[in-house]
């Protein structure tokens, strides 16, 4: 596509609840990356693909965190038991290899109630 | 671990005047890039401009313009003629070179006055 596409832009989960959150990176780009923005701040890094594989999970706050990016093009984030403290703005952004044309997505707003 | 600081978290300028926002950080690299990223109400991250870190001159973009001081691990932004356009949160990011993942700063929350 001509851009980075996440969805939903917004969902409002339960505490407690699994979550699902999709990214469409555009095309060609190899690598995806995921942050996590908490109100007030900036984006902080939670995971790298390049291609199919994660190349840095070092970001991911904890095992309740997965993200999957099977066939090298969507990549889903999956949270499990979710917590209030999860509520932030999830951003996707995908790139060239080395970086170049890197790209954000408009991100997912999740609210956990 | 590198960290980005900015100080101001909100600045205001009139139409048509300059502003200059600020960021720091802390690196022992010596090859990294350095951008200004703008977050409009939207959520979409918009590049505004990127310096990497071996140019001494700095980089332009239009309006758009920076200060690197290297040795001072100061990066500071420039908004030339500002347009009500331009309010938005801009946040400061650090990449190493080669580098995959961006450390932001906390933002400044630009507002134009018409």
């Known amino acids: 596509g001509a851009g980075v596409s996440q969805t939903p832009s917004n969902k409002v989960t339960e505490k407690g609840k699994y979550v699902e959150l999709r990214c469409d990176p555009i095309?060609?780009?190899?690598?995806l990356y995921w942050y996590r923005q908490s109100l007030g701040q900036g984006p902080e890094f939670l995971i790298y693909f390049q291609g199919t594989g994660a190349a840095d999970d070092s970001g991911l706050p904890n095992d309740r965190f997965f993200a999957v990016r099977p066939e090298g093009s969507v990549s889903t984030l999956k949270i499990q038991r979710t917590e209030r403290g999860d509520s932030a703005v999830y951003l996707c952004a995908s790139s060239l290899v080395g970086g170049e044309g890197y790209t954000f997505g408009s991100g997912t707003r999740l609210t956990v109630v | 671990a590198q960290t980005v600081t900015q100080s101001q978290p909100e600045m205001s300028v009139q139409e048509a005047e300059t502003v200059t926002l600020s960021c720091t950080y802390d690196?022992?690299?010596?090859?990294?890039?350095l951008f200004w990223y703008k977050q409009p109400p939207s959520r979409q991250m918009i590049l505004v401009i990127r310096q990497e870190a071996y140019k001494q001159q700095n980089a332009t973009e239009n309006r758009f313009s920076v200060n690197f001081q290297k040795a001072a691990k100061s990066f500071s932004l420039k908004i030339s003629d500002s347009q009500l356009g331009d309010a938005a949160m801009y946040f400061c990011?650090?990449?190493?070179?080669?580098?995959?993942?961006?450390?932001f700063g906390t933002g400044t929350s630009l507002t134009v006055i018409p």
């Open positions: 990011a650090y990449r190493s070179a080669p580098g995959n993942q961006f450390y």
């Open positions: 095309s060609g780009h190899t690598a």
């Open positions: 690196t022992s690299e010596s090859d990294y890039y």
